[in-house]
């Protein structure tokens, strides 16, 4: 991501029915979206609308639906968001440690599953002692394999483990992912996370500074840690950019908030067929 470019991204919450409706939703969002073409009906629809990106976890659905739409609208970007933790639980959950392990190598193709178990068999000790950061690496490996294709230019590290991550100062898992992402896979790392008021400064303690930063960003601080006016601060003395989560570009004042403090980057979530468009035109006129 260039962070002199004003990006509207479209988040991937709810497009696959994992998420109750809201007071503000339409419909259910489980039949809704039952299969990767719907869902690639509201990416087409969002490409249509101005959107410059995706930002998703590695969901076999989603994935399938990027994958279709990019054959027509080739520019929109797509931003993992990895590892998919949650997934992975509940995936074993469902089908069993082994299941769950069968459903995942499926959707690889020989030649990545080659390349990791290589890369995993020389690894063999630390695996085995349940080394965090080499299995984080591993992981890695995997997630990446399935957005190949998607070609990605920026990936951003699951806030649940860039938080787990800070609140343990395992500084070894950041420089890792960097430097793995960059020299591995040639893509920026991006860091998403709910603690930017304690990460940022940890970073820069660690010599260690992100491309772009996924982070709550509002006019009413929700989820902005430890405090708005701390956050706000720490933005001021950062070059990396910053994409707003948890956010209605839509709304003038909010609008006007991210100029001021010059965020160019924004999450839509989609909410209904109705307004998604809409939305985006309007958080399109106020990042730009």
């Not at 980057?265 to 990042?287: C, H, M, N, P, V």
Request: aromatic share 8%.
């Amino acid at each position: 991501m260039n962070p002199m470019h004003a990006q509207v991204i479209l988040g991937t919450t709810d497009l696959s029915g994992n998420r109750p409706l809201d007071a503000n939703s339409s419909g259910d969002l489980v039949g809704r979206f039952p299969g990767p073409m719907e869902i690639a009906s509201v990416f087409n629809d969002a490409a249509v609308a101005g959107v410059d990106a995706v930002a998703t976890l590695n969901q076999l659905d989603v994935l399938i639906a990027l994958k279709q739409t990019r054959r027509t609208f080739d520019a929109l970007q797509v931003y993992p968001i990895i590892p998919n933790v949650i997934g992975y639980v509940r995936e074993a959950t469902d089908y069993g440690l082994v299941g769950a392990a069968r459903r995942r190598v499926r959707q690889m193709g020989i030649l990545d599953l080659m390349k990791i178990g290589v890369r995993a068999a020389l690894k063999t000790p630390r695996v085995l002692k349940r080394d965090f950061n080499t299995l984080m690496s591993i992981l890695f490996d995997v997630e990446l394999a399935n957005f190949k294709a998607l070609e990605p230019k920026v990936v951003f590290l699951h806030p649940q483990i860039t938080d787990l991550a800070l609140t343990f100062g395992n500084r070894g898992l950041f420089q890792l992912y960097f430097k793995t992402m960059r020299s591995r896979f040639g893509v920026e790392p991006g860091l998403a996370t709910n603690n930017l008021g304690w990460l940022l400064p940890k970073l820069k303690e660690w010599g260690l500074e992100p491309s772009v930063i996924l982070t709550p960003f509002n006019t009413t601080g929700f989820l902005m840690k430890p405090t708005q006016a701390a956050c706000e601060a720490l933005l001021a003395s950062t070059s990396c950019a910053v994409i707003a989560d948890h956010v209605d570009v839509s709304e003038e004042s909010m609008g006007q908030y991210l100029r001021k403090h010059n965020i160019r980057g924004a999450i839509i979530e989609f909410r209904d067929d109705a307004t998604l468009a809409t939305r985006i035109r309007s958080a399109k006129k106020y990042l730009t």
